[in-house]
T-cell receptor, first 112, second 114 residues
Framework: EAGVVQSPRYKIIEKKQPVAFWCNPISGHNTLYWYRQNLGQGPELLIRYENEEAVDDSQLPKDRFSAERLKGVDSTLKIQPAELGDSAVYLC??????????FGPGTRLTVL | DQQVKQNSPSLSVQEGRISILNCDYTNSMFDYFLWYKKYPAEGPTFLISISSIKDKNEDGRFTVFLNKSAKHLSLHIVPSQPGDSAVYFCAARTKETSGSRLTFGEGTQLTVNP
C-alpha cells in the first residue's frame, strides 16, 4: 500500500514569492493534517481536515497561509507571500479518524 | 506553553545496551501517547503507543512505560542497534469534538555506536 505522498520534496524561493505544497494521503484515510516542523523542534499542527472540511485551523496563520482539500482526497497548502521565517519542513499526515497518523516525507522549504 | 517536553536533545549508547528516552507532559487530558522515529529527509514513522489507562506496552525490542502520577513516559530499546540511530519524538493525543490532535515534543537524537 502506498504511503502519504508529498511534492515537491524541496523548494527554494525568494521572500515575497508564493509557494504551494501538494499532498496525497493514504487511500481510505478521511483525516488529513498539515504540520510545520522548524529546525530542532517537533511538528506543529497547522490544519486538520475531516474529509473536505477544515475542522481545526486555529494554528494556521490565515493572513498568508491557505489550504484546501477539494473532494476530500488530495490537499494543497499555499503560502503567499512567503517570509524568511517560513523556512521549515512542511509535513502532511493522514489517518482513519482518530487512529494512528502516518506521515509523508515532507517538503523542505527555504526562503531566501 | 510546551505541553510535551523531551529534555534530552541527544543520547549516545553502545550497540547491545539499553536506550532510554524520556518525555514529560503537563496536560491531564491526554488520552494516548505515541513515539515516532524520524530518519533524515524522511517523515516521522510511528513506532509504538500506549493508552493512558495502561502503564506498559511492549513490542519486540521496544517498550513504553507510562507513569501518570508523574506525568512521565519513557521508551526503552533493548538491545540497541546502529539502525536505531534517529530522532525520536514523543507525542500526546487529545480528543477533539471531531477527531483528535497530536502535540509533539522537541525530539531526542539517538546515536547507537557499533
Amino acid at each position: 500500500e502506498a504511503g502519504v505522498v508529498q511534492s515537491p520534496r524541496y523548494k527554494i524561493i525568494e521572500k515575497k514569492q508564493p509557494v504551494a505544497f501538494w499532498c496525497n494521503p493514504i487511500s481510505g484515510h478521511n483525516t488529513l493534517y498539515w504540520y510545520r516542523q522548524n529546525l530542532g523542534q517537533g511538528p506543529e499542527l497547522l490544519i486538520r481536515y475531516e474529509n473536505e472540511e477544515a475542522v481545526d485551523d486555529s494554528q494556521l496563520p490565515k493572513d498568508r497561509f491557505s489550504a484546501e482539500r477539494l473532494k476530500g482526497v488530495d490537499s494543497t497548502l499555499k503560502i503567499q507571500p512567503a517570509e524568511l521565517g517560513d523556512s521549515a519542513v512542511y509535513l502532511c499526515a493522514s489517518s482513519q479518524g482518530m487512529n494512528t497518523q502516518y506521515f509523508g516525507p515532507g517538503t523542505r522549504l527555504t526562503v531566501l | 506553553d510546551q505541553q510535551v517536553k523531551q529534555n534530552s536533545p541527544s543520547l549516545s549508547v553502545q550497540e547491545g545496551r539499553i536506550s532510554i528516552l524520556n518525555c514529560d507532559y503537563t496536560n491531564s487530558m491526554f488520552d494516548y501517547f505515541l513515539w515516532y522515529k524520524k530518519y533524515p529527509a524522511e517523515g516521522p514513522t510511528f513506532l509504538i503507543s500506549i493508552s493512558s489507562i495502561k502503564d506498559k506496552n511492549e513490542d519486540g525490542r521496544f517498550t513504553v512505560f507510562l507513569n501518570k502520577s508523574a506525568k512521565h513516559l519513557s521508551l526503552h530499546i533493548v538491545p540497541s542497534q546502529p539502525g536505531d540511530s534517529a530522532v525520536y519524538f514523543c507525542a500526546a493525543r487529545t480528543k477533539e469534538t471531531s477527531g483528535s490532535r497530536l502535540t509533539f515534543g522537541e525530539g531526542t537524537q539517538l546515536t547507537v555506536n557499533p
